[in-house]
């Protein structure tokens, strides 16, 4: 009696509890197994008539039009750059934010800081891409006065190829910076307050608190951000990118991504198109695959 | 005198500002006070050893040049953040030549609300409002109704199947189809040019989920749910009654991430709505912000009406950008508090 009753409660529990996660599931299912299973257009030509995967099969022959393509080299070139100066500048800002806002000691400046640092994360790319263009204009934005004051005004900033990357990425850190502290702000609050009080005993001043034991605190969450920025290595943000291009700094503004809206949804080069964007998710598992081994054997701490 | 305080009160402090963030609300001075008058030059015999007190004099010393840097770090980032979002603020109701010649600096000067004018005479941006703050608001509901039952469903140990679902929800972070298989699969369900692209695709974000089921996980005991089934409670009531109303913090958090993603969001409508009537607010707003289509009328540059475009089109901008992102900054502040906290459980264990 005693388990029947533990079987059939058991099974309403269960039934229940399908009800709750099955909307979730379909969605998955549908909206991201699907266009897994859609990725094999980039081996296939595509047939309107014959549906996602109903085209001729192809090989390797979209991927071998990419490559040969007078394009490839720029855009490996400006993909590689941009993401390595985003990982180069970009990786360690926040870490460094978040010391300094771990050693704000009175909490109401440490709130205020914190709120301000967070704020720019809300807006949205087109309101920053449009701030830039009015903050950066050469003629009439406070930057471009700034500028002329000090002897650099004929610069344009916003169109010209030596200033896309700098600018791309100090915009990206100038929002998203604090935003990313979070994580290692987190980490910095879960060191057991015994060993701040252990470095004061020895004697310890706050810059070799923050060398000897913040540091190593952040150790493990940075490698394991490392290892996934690597994995991103090729995937830089389509949407700023796209909304910063213009005619003058295309030759260092055409990514991937770019690229391939272009030639997908644009021109409807669907099976192109889908090659070059598997292209570049095969380079990204590489070197996701890479670094973790590589962090690994270093220092023990890995992803999978 | 100024300084001594300073720098002793950082020295005797230097403890507890770990703590201090999550914890306790004790005001730091008094717990450093007693340590500073023990250990402040001007006490020598409460000093220890005198090669101590000799480190300790220097490191005061240290002390107050890292509170020095500290302010001055502190300080500049934080004019560095605030600076440009105070320009445009000041720059949308100033005389938009004064504006443009770099006369405007740090208070508004010439006060005109032309900008603002305009923008509310121009029904695109409406239309764009209207259309947002639906998918806005439609799009969170669908979201919290999709994620955080999946969420509670995955939380319980209970639940045989959590592992495999897990698995499967997790594998879309790092592998996904691609954009044009994507585009083509809303073109085969014939949700482009629908309200629906915005609604349903996507309406589950595994990281949100993760966050959501972690919340569940430690906050609510396993405990609790053995005494409600014993209560014969079922799943359905504990969610509603017992889980939903005791994880309000974390419901919020994950509210504003998926209101913020609908607000800010530009890509879907750019790949899959062509209908003008459909358009989301920041598309109105690329055309506004970046191809200059600043006048409702189509008015852009050239003629006698282009160089009065010119004028005006800046102010317009700046006015813009704080019409279509002020909403989203007002709700910020109330939330904050429980956002950390939310940030926090999603960050350590997510």
Known sequence: ?304 | MDSTRMSSKGAGNGSHGISSGASSGTPHIHRAGPRLNGTGPGLPGALPPSSKARGRARLNGKELAFKITLGLLCTFIFLIIIYPLYFIVIASFSDSTLVATGKVWLVPKNISFFGYQEIFKDMRIWTGYRNTVFYTLFGTLVNMLFTLPAAYVLSRREFRARKVIMFIFVVTMFFNGGLIPTYLLMKDLHLTNTIWVFIIPFCVNIFYLIIARTFFESSLPQELHEAAVMDGCSHFTFFFKVALPLSKAMISVIGLYYLVGHWNDFFTALIYIRNNNLQPLQIILRDILLSNQVFAGGAGTGGDAGGYAQRYADQIKYGVIIVSTLPILMIYPFIQKYFEKGVMIGSIKG
């Open chain 1, 1 to 304: 009696m005693q388990t029947r009753k533990g079987l059939v409660h058991a099974v309403t529990r269960d039934y229940q509890l399908w009800i709750m996660i099955l909307p979730a599931i379909i969605v998955i299912l549908i909206f991201n197994y699907i266009p897994m299973y859609g990725i094999q257009l980039a081996f296939r030509d595509y047939d309107f008539s014959k549906g996602l995967t109903g085209g001729e099969w192809r090989g390797l022959a979209y991927f071998q039009q990419f490559i040969d393509s007078y394009l490839f080299t720029d855009l490996m070139r400006n993909t590689f750059l941009i993401s390595l100066a985003s990982i180069v500048l970009g990786f360690p800002a926040p870490i460094i934010l978040a010391l300094i806002l771990n050693q704000i000691r009175r909490k109401k400046m440490k709130q205020l800081m914190q709120t301000t640092v967070y704020l720019p994360h809300f807006i949205s790319v087109i309101v920053l891409v449009g701030m830039l263009n009015v903050l950066l204009s050469a003629e009439t934005g406070v930057v471009g006065h700034l500028m002329k004051a000090v002897g650099l005004g004929h610069i344009n900033l916003l169109a010209s190829t030596g200033t896309f990357i700098p600018v791309y990425v100090l915009s990206d850190i100038w929002q998203h910076c604090g935003w990313n502290s979070i994580i290692y702000l987190a980490a910095l609050s879960t060191v057991d307050p015994q060993l701040y009080d252990a470095a004061r005993i020895d004697g310890a001043s706050r810059w070799q608190t923050i060398r000897f034991v913040d540091i190593p605190a952040l150790v493990p969450t940075i490698i394991i951000l490392f290892i996934l920025s690597m994995g991103n290595i090729l995937s830089t943000g389509f949407e700023k990118i796209f909304l910063m291009q213009n005619s003058l700094n295309l030759p260092v503004s055409e990514v991937i991504a770019t690229y391939v809206y272009k030639i997908g949804i644009v021109s409807s080069q669907f099976s192109l198109a889908s090659a070059i964007g598997l292209f570049n998710t095969v380079i990204n598992f590489i070197f996701l695959f890479a670094m973790n081994t590589i962090s690994k054997r270093v220092s023990e701490t890995s992803l999978f």
